[in-house]
């Protein structure tokens, strides 16, 4: 079936937006042109005929904020065609709709807050339909980015959840969460009491064997990743279970999970990690009790981000059974500044290079002392000529004769060779 084309015959322009701020020019036409395909991107960046601000551009020109970019003609959509790298947007159920609107705890230009309810995933995969990223529509008016998953939540575990309503927010909230400077504050009900009431678990994880990849284990042979949690104790029921605040330092999968059953005190709830053990008899929920309370994370506006999750319904109840009382429960931020694992990293390699570098100015240094003792031994220095010892008397020869002039010299074949004389 043919298709006839939009014409397209005018040069375009088009002013940078915020959301677009340090951007590449490749990732921006993905974004606002996506049927450009990067190959005539390209062409048209090495010809020349893309302009940022009237200068000629490479595909890897950094964007900012308010400079006007020249688009060529050409490359127009088909008409009835979808855009290439374009999402279909799937219609939602009203039930859909009305869930994604419960949700939300705050919403402004940038992003969205969510509190997750238990028992719904972040995410599709194998045998799951219904999940948050599949509720994102309900959030994009016509003509709208679609909103982005920044982070994620364990099926089981509810709270708070960050999306990103734009790109450029995206890439921002991303920034901040690998970064490690963002601040989860999560609560949690676990068996038993620890004896350290504000501890740091400090124990690497890897994947368990057998489990493809869906349980972590902690792993201390140096293949595991370095994963630190910490742990403030907020309340006691007795000796049968504690409501604990915990902090991941460090983001890996099921990480708090695994680090409260690997001291002895698994999440209530959690059977996975805690088998029968996990599980608290009478009135207590067999659900998982691990709540994202509360984030902490900059704004791309220069504000503050500040949200608190109330809990949902199991762990409320749970929570009066045992007598806590929930506004017991919001410490104030006292744990210490730490350093980013990649700082970390970082300071140690050029820690060890500076160490290599030590290493390898004594290796030359102690070399060329070798070499010069050597020299003194068995040779003469070179570019100097030698001369009589300091002391010795001069050595004596047959004198020439005085007014006597010298032999002429002679050339190979037996004459005198030429003087050379001086004008």
Do not use: C
């Not at 003509?143 to 994620?152: A, F, K, Q, T, Y």
């Not at 124990?203 to 595991?224: C, F, N, Y």
């Not at 500076?354 to 003194?376: C, H, L, V």
């Amino acid at each position: 079936m043919s298709r006839g084309k939009i014409p397209d015959d005018n040069v375009r322009q088009f002013t940078v937006g915020r959301d677009d701020a340090g951007a590449r020019l490749d990732r921006w036409f993905k974004r606002h042109l996506p049927q450009v395909g990067f190959a005539t991107v390209s062409r048209w960046a090495r010809t020349g005929q893309i302009r940022v601000d009237g200068k000629r551009a490479d595909v890897d020109t950094r964007l900012e904020a308010g400079q006007t970019l020249r688009v060529p003609p050409g490359n127009a959509t088909p008409v009835g065609a979808g855009i290439k790298g374009q999402r279909v947007r799937k219609p939602l159920t009203e039930e859909q709709i009305a869930l994604a609107e419960s949700m939300v705890l705050e919403k402004d230009r940038a992003a969205i807050v969510l509190n997750k309810p238990p028992g719904l995933a972040t995410q599709g995969g194998s045998g799951t339909h219904e999940h948050v990223d599949g509720l994102l529509d309900a959030y994009a008016a016509d003509g709208e980015p679609r909103p982005r998953l920044v982070h994620r939540l364990d099926k089981d575990t509810s709270g708070v959840l960050l999306i990103a309503r734009t790109p450029g927010s995206a890439a921002f909230f991303s920034k901040h969460f690998s970064g490690r400077s963002a601040r989860k504050i999560y609560w949690a009900l676990v068996v038993g009491v620890p004896e350290v009431k504000d501890g740091l678990i400090e124990l690497p994880l890897a994947k368990q064997p057998g489990t493809g990849g869906e349980k972590m284990m902690v792993d201390e042979s140096g293949q595991g990743q370095s994963a630190r949690s910490r742990y403030r104790v907020i309340s006691r029921a007795g000796n049968s279970a504690s409501w604990v605040e915990l902090q991941p330092l460090t983001g890996r999968t099921h990480q708090l999970r695994v680090h409260m059953a690997a001291i002895g005190h698994p999440i209530v709830g959690d059977g996975k990690y805690g088998g029968q053990a996990a599980f608290l008899t009478g009135t207590i929920s067999r659900k998982m009790h691990l709540h994202a309370r509360r984030l902490r994370i900059e704004h791309p506006e220069g504000d503050l981000i500040d949200v608190t999750a109330p809990l949902p319904a199991h762990f409320a109840a749970s929570m009066a059974s045992l007598g806590f009382y929930e506004e017991d429960g919001d410490l104030p931020l006292e744990a210490p500044k730490l350093v980013p694992e990649k700082t970390m990293q970082k300071r140690a390699a050029k820690q060890h290079a500076k160490e290599y570098r030590k290493e390898r100015r004594g290796e030359r240094r102690k070399r060329a002392d070798n070499e010069k003792g050597a020299g003194s031994a068995g040779r003469k220095p070179t570019g100097k000529r030698a001369g009589p010892t300091k002391g010795a008397p001069p050595k004596k020869g047959p004198a020439k004769p005085a007014g006597k002039p010298a032999a002429p010299r002679r050339a190979p074949s037996g004459k005198p060779a030429p003087r050379t004389r001086k004008d």
